[in-house]
Nanobody
């Protein structure tokens, strides 16, 4: 069974920063599109950012200029650097690995943003 292991979540004050990591040792990481999604309480899961095998990135409008997705193929890890966090960023953040038809998810890591 493929496992994506997220880390780096935790409580943070508005304006603060966090870096999420997601390790995917059980897949041929370099050929997967990697992404971060989030689900706020009472809302549907939404895209945060994706990064292709070639390094092309895509961001939700709500996080552009504040969040940065990156990947390290040698470490089989994808990162999400989150700066200038806002209360509305509060959610469970999920890592995703996609290579049609395969689609794998991490267990999620909580990021509460409050003062």
């Amino acid at each position: 069974q493929v496992q994506l292991v997220e880390s780096g979540g935790g409580s943070v004050q508005p304006g603060g920063s966090l870096r999420l990591s997601c390790a995917a040792p059980g897949i041929m990481f370099r050929i997967y599109v990697m992404g971060w999604y989030r689900q706020a309480p009472g809302k549907q899961r939404e895209l945060v950012a994706t990064i292709t095998t070639g390094g092309t990135t895509n961001y939700a409008d709500s996080v552009k200029g504040r969040f940065t997705i990156s990947r390290d193929n040698a470490k089989k890890t994808v990162y999400l650097q989150m700066n200038s966090l806002k209360p509305e960023d509060t959610a469970v953040y999920y890592c995703n690995a996609a290579l049609d038809p395969r689609n794998y998810w991490g267990q999620g890591t909580q990021v509460p943003v409050s003062s």
